[in-house]
Structure formats: structure tokens, C-alpha cells
T-cell receptor, first 119, second 119 residues
């Protein structure tokens, strides 16, 4: 199946710093990627939809200026958590769809996730 | 509005016994249904999907799911559980009729069901 990678897998940072998380589709081109946040033993919360070459579409309640998303190429999307605070500590997961996202039957392939801990 | 319900937070079953993880959905158009599994500190892995055709869908690791339109359900099943099946399972739906604009490609997830298979 299609492979999605994330880097780093784990990051610990001090409060007030910014952290960048990369999401890459390794063997396919992804015009659309999704960013999720997952709290312990909780479901996934969609944060934003990342479209290559255009601005991301954020879900209601997600701060655009805090969670900066850039989809610079067909294989790379980045999520930057700016001025991180302890409440931003979470598990962040990205996903991508093989082929056109307009083909609704295409499943999403998920990255392995990034564990962010803000001290 | 689209939604997915997984009524059980936890399912416990003995190894070798059949298992069922329940999922019901609500969409306005035709549903595209998915099951994913998540192991601790990992991303989601795709198990199976229903798009159209045969209501019984077979997927990875011996899992299967049955689409029931009248009951709006898509329960995940396995005839004989293994200890290694213990994980967090997510049901997700896409509504093809709502697949446009900012919602293009979006999956709606249930809150997850923790499956524990004991030896």
C-alpha cells in the first residue's frame, strides 16, 4: 500500500518555541493531505485539509495562526505549531489520499504520527 | 450532517472466539465506509472499505465487515480473534453527496473502540 511518513516521530520542546512536523507521501503524489490531532484514548480530530499550492482549510475552532500548514509540493505538507504551550501536547497524525481526492472511494493512508510534548 | 457512532468504548473477547465491533453511520447521500486499526503510538492502518457491490467486505488480517443499509450499520467482524488483534479500531464514513469544496475527501470518524483479546 501507499506509504506516508512523518518526521519527527517524537519531539519535546519548551513552552514558547515553535515546532515543525513534516508529512511526506513516499511513493505517490498527494494533492490533498489531512492533519489530525488525537488526545489520549480519544478519536481523531480533523484540524485542517491541506491542498498543494493553496491555503489550507481549517476546521472550526482551530487557530490558523497557531497551527500553520504549508503544502509546498505534491509529496510534502508541514504543520508548524507556533509558540507552543503545554496544552498543545498531543499526538498529531497526517494522512493522504492516493490519486485524486475527488475519487471518493479512495482510502486515506496515515502517517505514523508525531508525539509532541511541550514542557 | 455526517456522523459515525461506535457505541462501545471497549470490547473484550477471548482468543479463538468470534469478535464484533459495532458501527452505525448517518449520511445524507451514499456512504463510503472504512475501518482502520491503530496500535499504541502508531498511525492508523487501513483494514477494509465498502464502496458499492457485495455487502460483505473482506479485508486485512482476516477481518470482514457487513454493510447493512436498512440498519445503517457497518459492523467489523472476525471469526476467530487473536491476542495480536488487540488495538483501537475506528470506523469512518465519507458522504459522496457532501464531497465538495472544503469537505472534499473528508472522513468522519467514530470515537474508536478498544478491542482487548485475552489469551
Amino acid at each position: 500500500g501507499a506509504v506516508v511518513s512523518q518526521h519527527p516521530s517524537r519531539v519535546i520542546c519548551k513552552s514558547g518555541t515553535s515546532v515543525k512536523i513534516e508529512c511526506r507521501s513516499l511513493d505517490f503524489q498527494a494533492t490533498t493531505m489531512f492533519w489530525y490531532r488525537q488526545f489520549p484514548k480519544k478519536s481523531l480530530m480533523l484540524m485542517a485539509t491541506s491542498n498543494e499550492g493553496s491555503k489550507a482549510t481549517y476546521e472550526q475552532g482551530v487557530e490558523k495562526d497557531k497551527f500553520l500548514i504549508n503544502h509546498a509540493s505534491l509529496t510534502l505538507s508541514t504543520l508548524t505549531v507556533t509558540s507552543a504551550h503545554p496544552e498543545d501536547s498531543s499526538f498529531y497524525i497526517c494522512s493522504a489520499t492516493v490519486g485524486s481526492v475527488r475519487a471518493s472511494y479512495n482510502e486515506q493512508f496515515f502517517g505514523p504520527g508525531t508525539r509532541l510534548t511541550v514542557l | 450532517a455526517q456522523s459515525v457512532a461506535q457505541p462501545e468504548d471497549q470490547v473484550n473477547v477471548a482468543e479463538g472466539n468470534p469478535l464484533t465491533v459495532k458501527c452505525t453511520y448517518s449520511v445524507s447521500g451514499n456512504p463510503y465506509l472504512f475501518w482502520y486499526v491503530q496500535y499504541p503510538n502508531r498511525g492508523l492502518q487501513f483494514l477494509l472499505k465498502y464502496i458499492t457491490g457485495d455487502n460483505l467486505v473482506k479485508g486485512s488480517y482476516g477481518f470482514e465487515a457487513e454493510f447493512n443499509k436498512s440498519q445503517t450499520s457497518f459492523h467489523l467482524k472476525k471469526p476467530s480473534a487473536l491476542v495480536s488483534d488487540s488495538a483501537l479500531y475506528f470506523c469512518a464514513v465519507r458522504d459522496s453527496s457532501a464531497d465538495r469544496g472544503s469537505t472534499l475527501g473528508r472522513l468522519y470518524f467514530g470515537r474508536g473502540t478498544q478491542l482487548t483479546v485475552w489469551p
